[in-house]
């Protein structure tokens, strides 16, 4: 009965460290030269939690999707090359995306309207997340990504 208490105990210690949500810092932190080049290369979408309606049905309708990012560093630009398995359909897109060093944030243009992305980066596990909206708690959003080493030929 002593083993079974203990072990339950044990087993919630990580939760005296957990946060609420709330507080976390989802916020990008200062774009540098070492950040855009640490983002170049081919990088998979793996999942997301949204709040914007809009984009979660675009989303749904995704299959699969991975993409390249090649940076460049003197426009403060990253060029995007996106291949997306949609409703069954191969498509291909290429976009470029506009980098706000200060601030941490990536925006990209559909029209007339920008949409502004928090970016977060996780150099150990090579993956990184662009949260959407943080300060809207209707609209907010949260997307990770992981990268592919590349292999030898």
């Known amino acids: ?9 044990l087993s919630l210690l990580p939760l005296l460290e957990a ?3 709330d507080h976390a810092n989802i916020t ?17 979408y793996l ?11 675009a989303l749904q309708k995704i299959q699969a999707t991975y993409f390249y990012f090649t940076p460049n560093l003197t ?26 060093r200060e601030n941490g944030t990536i925006s990209k ?3 007339t309207v920008e949409h502004v992305a928090h970016l ?7 993956a990184f997340t662009l949260a959407f909206a943080p300060e809207d708690e209707k609209n907010r959003g949260l997307s990770f990504y992981g990268y592919v080493q590349p292999t030898a030929a």
């Open 19 to 21: 946060q609420n949500p």
């Open 1 to 9: 009965m002593a083993l079974r208490v203990a072990l339950v105990i």
């Open 75 to 100: 426009d403060d630009t990253i060029l995007l090359q996106e291949y997306q398995t949609v409703e069954g359909r191969c498509v291909y897109n290429s976009s470029t995306l506009g980098v706000q």
């Open 47 to 57: 999942g997301s939690a949204l709040r914007n309606l809009e984009f979660k049905q």
């Open 109 to 111: 243009y559909e029209g």
């Open 28 to 44: 990008g932190i200062p774009i540098t030269n070492d950040t855009m080049s640490w983002l170049s290369g081919k990088w998979f």
């Open 120 to 126: 977060k980066v996780f150099t150990k596990h090579r």
